[in-house]
Structures are given as structure tokens and as C-alpha cells.
């Protein structure tokens, strides 16, 4: 599934997550854009989660959208600031990011 932003259609700012009234001029009407790549602007690795044993690292980023809001992407492996990712919803509805590799030889 494709990760949607939101651009106001009266003044253009694009948000994530959605929001009923857009705060720059507070108009109501919204189009969907396809946020599908950005870039980390920061990563982190949770090791513990609290009342979760043993449940292994999840690797977390901030991401900079193409569309350009800001959104936090679970990874499969760790992410270093400058990545470029593809961006995709999974099945669980949680924002994933897709570093380079060989089965994403498309991210540059
Ligand atoms: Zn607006």
C-alpha cells in the first residue's frame, strides 16, 4: 500500500498525519499525494521494549518525504542519515522504509 500526504488545495502546505483544518490557512479541502521515497534524517535501533522479551532489534527513522512532510519508518536493517528510501504501507498499517539492496536496486 502506498503512504498518502496531504496538500491542502487552497495554499498547498502537505502534512502527515491528516488533519481536519489545515493550520497555514485553515482551509478543509485536502488531495492525496503518494509520499513513495524520502530521505533519513535520523535512525535509531530499539534493543528492550518494555514488557516484550526477547522480541530482537526494531530499527526506526525520521523520515524526509519527496511530498515533504516528516514521517517515523520501521526498516528491516539498520539506517544511516542520507539514505534514500522507498517508503510503503505494510499489512499491519505501520509506515516502512526500503533501504538499497539487491532486491531494491530502484533506491538510489
Ligand atoms: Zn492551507
Not at 503512504?3 to 479541502?29: E, N, S
Amino acid at each position: 500500500m502506498t503512504l498518502d500526504v496531504f496538500r491542502c488545495t487552497a495554499c498547498g502546505t502537505t502534512l502527515f498525519p491528516a488533519r481536519y483544518r489545515c493550520p497555514a490557512c485553515g482551509g478543509a479541502q485536502w488531495a492525496t499525494l503518494a509520499a513513495t521515497r524520502g530521505k533519513v534524517v535520523a535512525a535509531t535501533t530499539v534493543t528492550h521494549r518494555v514488557g516484550v522479551a526477547g522480541a530482537g532489534e526494531v530499527y526506526l527513522a525520521s523520515v524526509e518525504t519527496d511530498a515533504g512532510p516528516m514521517v517515523i519508518a520501521r526498516l528491516d536493517s539498520a539506517a544511516r542519515e542520507g539514505d534514500t528510501v522507498l517508503l510503503d504501507i505494510d499489512d499491519e498499517h505501520r509506515i516502512v522504509a526500503r533501504t538499497r539492496s539487491a532486491s531494491n536496486p530502484q533506491v538510489r
